[in-house]
């Protein structure tokens, strides 16, 4: 049997169940999953194989259950018999899973044994990835191998009928690693109950980096202003929203306005950050999350973080990643007394390895479906399936938000959320990650996959990694392997119509893509459409500056961008734009881009006067927030669809000239910025379906497959889709994996497999 069954209490439940079926036989763990033999009654049998795939644990993901029949041994009774280590891995580790009902009893129960125990966990909870080393999961495997068991835990672990039969973490007081409270030079402060001293820090004001599951966080009061603000400065992080852990779900209620898929997506085993619309006022420092309409909220997963809130005197607290801007997550002791001496007041300690850096995961329900927009803590390292078999592989990723991609056979398994590779700080992760991945699922890659950007780190690395072991090398087009990524998680070959809308990607003839219609394959694509050509003055910089992009494409409409209309809209001097301008017409330091991502982050310089940005989307995300009250039905500004020939290849162009004029209208009439927003975001979507309407009525293509990282947008998203399928398309958007880069590892393996697949015809 495959998939997830090693960690999950796969064994007691197997055991639990032959005995009711009045089986003989045994189980154990093996490198491939299970092994199950069963003797008895052919009736009691099959019933045995139909509950086996109906009633597994909640943690388990059964895969593939391949039977046979054996010879009859009519020996008596059902066993538990011990890991068997052979050949080549192919089961996976199951993901870090939240403190789950029965354990949280146990730790608030004065009379229990484990009452207040900060690590209690049992098979249906507690870490798993941060803590393995390698496959079979078992407990010498992980960091709990250096606390040996007391008697009351040994028997638990001992016994199939107990819930933590084998259950490796398995520890209490008398025998499990310990929590401290320490100073930032690394000496013990003294305290009754270092959790409660921890809570004194916290409600005083003060910054306390608190270790968890996956690494450290940085707390502070969420609703005091004067801690959220010196937490920022400290950690150098400033306008980017902060993740709120709250004390359960009625705070969370309190605090946002939930849906029901919300609340589902919370309550997860995953525990993920949700974001979700914020109320307002909702008694949370208005820093945590300037400038738009939602929080991130999560609830607590390790018993650590419920203590932290129980006796009802912390409600909610900021729970941000302990690292400076752009850096890894802090994971052991001493590192984090090191890198985070200048920003943390206190540390909350213990002393249980942490072997995976692994941050929380961030989703939100957009379009009233999960969306995962940075897959780690409770995902990973589950796998995600292929359509076709790969060999052994490793996909790069892109540069932000990277994610790596080790494949095998139909199973992709991602990497956790590893950030921007903009510094060896960020490459070292990378390389201690798939050190830990190659070693656990023992993949040894004999390709590897990269993006088309000659200027990526993750590039250049794969281009050195593969020369130094004289490895395949395979280059895949960014937007294609987004599209490509969405189309292996739904099973489809293509063609399909591809909609690849994000900020950055290398495009097949040197400039920047991002707005793209492509008519895909797994294995190919050709670009039917893109946003036509705008010149970005100041390369980079125009990220950084949204204004330089907004002058930019009002250039490319036509306007005078040195009349004082425009720069009083540009914020912006006479001497700024004329540089700027001479740059674009000599062609310095100007590249082109297609991107949509660049035309949101022009539209919110314009309407909000927003000129520099804190963090990377924050003018797109600030503009979709302005729009967030008004109606689906807003009339749309046009864009015009020109030029193109399918039949020679020549790809459309869909301009915003149209769009830029009916914006700068209802700027001068006076027209609320909200309904400029909602008017922005629904010609934009007007203006992709009509070039999708455009490509099925050249190809025949009625699927559509939509990615990148605008699908992140829940208005976009939502009004492609509903005018997608109102045309007739059939569409299909992410599920498992990150619309954004952070998917794009798995998409470049899809594109990979079946590169290598066609190769072999």
């Given at each position: 049997m495959h998939g997830v069954v090693q960690g999950v209490g796969f064994r007691p439940f197997v055991y639990r169940l032959a005995s009711e079926e009045g089986l003989s036989g045994f189980i154990g763990n093996d490198t491939d999953g299970v092994t199950i033999e069963v003797e008895g009654p052919l009736t009691r049998v099959d019933a045995f194989l139909s509950r086996l795939r109906i009633e597994p644990p909640p943690l388990a993901r059964i895969d593939s259950i391949a039977v046979r029949e054996s010879v009859v041994t009519g020996e008596p009774g059902f066993r538990i018999v011990a890991s068997e280590v052979l050949g080549r891995v192919s089961t996976g580790i199951p993901a870090d899973a939240?403190?789950?009902?029965?354990?949280?009893?146990?730790?608030?129960?004065?009379?229990?044994?484990?009452?207040?125990?900060?690590?209690?966990?049992?098979?249906?909870?507690?870490?798993?990835?941060?803590?393995?080393?390698?496959?079979?999961?078992?407990?010498?495997?992980?960091?709990?191998?250096?606390?040996?068991?007391?008697?009351?835990?040994?028997?638990?672990?001992?016994?199939?009928?107990?819930?933590?039969?084998?259950?490796?973490?398995?520890?209490?007081?008398q025998c499990g690693p310990r929590v401290w409270l320490s100073n930032k030079d690394g000496a013990e402060i003294p305290a009754d109950d270092p959790v409660v001293a921890a809570i004194d820090r916290l409600l005083a004001g003060e910054v306390v980096a608190i270790k968890g599951i996956g690494g450290f966080h940085l707390g502070v009061d969420a609703a005091n202003e004067a801690a959220v603000l010196r937490l920022r400065q400290r950690k150098r992080r400033y306008g980017k929203p902060l993740a709120v852990m709250v004390r359960d779900l009625n705070v969370a209620r309190e605090l946002c306005a939930l849906s029901r898929e919300e609340e589902a997506l919370l309550t997860t085993s995953a525990r993920p950050i949700v974001l979700a619309r914020k109320?307002?006022?909702?008694?949370?420092?208005?820093?945590?999350?300037?400038?738009?309409?939602?929080?991130?909220?999560?609830?607590?997963?390790?018993?650590?973080?419920?203590?932290?809130?129980?006796?009802?005197?912390?409600?909610?607290?900021?729970?941000?990643?302990?690292?400076?801007?752009?850096?890894?997550?802090?994971?052991?002791?001493?590192?984090?007394?090191?890198?985070?001496?200048?920003?943390?007041?206190?540390?909350?300690?213990?002393?249980?390895?942490?072997l995976q850096r692994c941050d929380d995961s961030v989703a939100a329900v957009v379009d009233g479906a999960p969306q995962l927009i940075r897959r780690a803590r409770g995902f990973v390292p589950l796998?995600?399936?292929?359509?076709?078999?790969?060999?052994?592989?490793?996909?790069?990723?892109?540069?932000?938000?990277?994610?790596?991609?080790?494949?095998?056979?139909?199973?992709?398994?991602?990497?956790?959320?590893?950030?921007?590779?903009?510094?060896?700080?960020?490459?070292?992760?990378?390389?201690?990650?798939?050190?830990?991945?190659?070693?656990?699922?023992?993949?040894?890659?004999?390709t590897v996959v990269h993006d088309l950007h000659p200027g990526y780190l993750s590039t250049e690395w794969a281009k050195q990694w593969a020369q130094e072991r004289g490895l395949g090398l395979i280059a895949v087009q960014h937007h294609h392997a987004h599209v490509a990524g969405c189309m292996a998680e739904h099973g489809l070959a293509g063609p399909v119509i591809g909609l690849s809308l994000d900020g950055t990607g290398y495009g097949t003839d040197g400039k920047i893509w991002g707005g793209e219609v492509l008519i895909a394959r797994l294995d190919s694509f050709e670009r039917f459409a893109h946003l036509d050509y705008v010149p970005m003055p100041g390369s980079t910089a125009a990220i950084r500056e949204p204004w330089r992009m907004a002058l930019g494409h009002l250039h490319a409409a036509g306007f005078d961008v040195k009349s004082p209309k425009i720069l009083s809209l540009l914020g912006a001097t006479e001497k700024e734009v004329r540089v700027l301008k001479r740059m674009i017409e000599r062609g310095i330091n100007s590249p082109l881009t297609s991107s949509l991502g660049r035309l949101f982050d022009a539209a919110a310089a314009v309407v909000l006067g927003r000129r520099v940005v804190n963090y990377?989307?924050?003018?797109?995300?600030?503009?979709?927030?302005?729009?967030?009250?008004?109606?689906?039905?807003?009339?749309?500004?046009?864009?015009?669809?020109?030029?193109?020939?399918?039949?020679?290849?020549?790809?459309?162009?869909?301009?915003?000239?149209?769009?830029?004029?009916?914006?700068?209208?209802?700027?001068?009439?006076?027209?609320?910025?909200?309904?400029?927003?909602?008017?922005?975001h629904a010609g934009v979507a007007a203006g992709f379906v009509q070039a999708a309407v455009q490509a099925h009525?050249?190809?025949?293509?009625?699927?559509?497959?939509?990615?990148?990282?605008?699908?992140?947008?829940?208005?976009?998203?939502?009004?492609?889709?509903?005018a997608l399928e109102a045309e007739g398309f059939e569409v299909f958007r992410h599920a498992q994996v990150s619309?954004?880069?952070?998917?794009?590892?798995?998409?470049?393996?899809?594109?990979?497999?079946a590169i290598l697949s066609s190769r072999k015809l």
């Open positions: 939240a403190t789950c009902p029965d354990c949280l009893r146990e730790l608030l129960d004065p009379h229990d044994r484990r009452y207040r125990y900060p690590f209690l966990n049992c098979t249906n909870c507690g870490p798993r990835f941060t803590i393995t080393r390698r496959i079979p999961y078992d407990r010498p495997q992980t960091s709990m191998a250096r606390f040996p068991m007391c008697p009351s835990c040994q028997a638990e672990y001992d016994d199939p009928l107990n819930r933590r039969f084998h259950a490796q973490p398995n520890a209490c007081w109320r307002e006022p909702n008694g949370i420092a208005a820093d945590v999350a300037p400038g738009i309409p939602w929080l991130g909220v999560y609830l607590p997963y390790a018993p650590l973080q419920h203590l932290l809130f129980a006796g009802a005197r912390v409600r909610a607290l900021v729970m941000t990643s302990a690292n400076l801007s752009e850096e890894p997550i802090a994971i052991d002791n001493d590192e984090a007394r090191s890198r985070l001496g200048e920003i943390a007041d206190v540390f909350l300690m213990h002393n249980r390895e942490i796998g995600v399936e292929l359509p076709l078999d790969a060999p052994p592989l490793l996909a790069v990723g892109g540069h932000l938000k990277n994610v790596f991609a080790l494949a095998r056979g139909r199973r992709v398994y991602q990497s956790q959320h590893l950030g921007d590779l903009e510094n060896l700080a960020g490459l070292d992760f990378f390389k201690e990650s798939l050190a830990h991945l190659m070693r656990t699922f023992e993949i040894e890659p004999v990377e989307a924050q003018a797109a995300i600030e503009l979709e927030g302005l729009a967030v009250d008004e109606p689906d039905d807003e009339t749309p500004y046009a864009l015009e669809i020109a030029g193109g020939n399918w039949s020679a290849r020549e790809p459309a162009r869909i301009g915003t000239v149209p769009l830029w004029r009916g914006l700068l209208k209802d700027l001068q009439d006076g027209v609320s910025q909200a309904r400029i927003a909602a008017r922005f009525t050249a190809t025949g293509i009625t699927q559509v497959a939509m990615s990148g990282g605008c699908m992140h947008n829940r208005r976009l998203a939502r009004l492609l889709r509903v619309p954004g880069d952070g998917g794009l590892s798995y998409g470049q393996a899809a594109v990979a497999a």
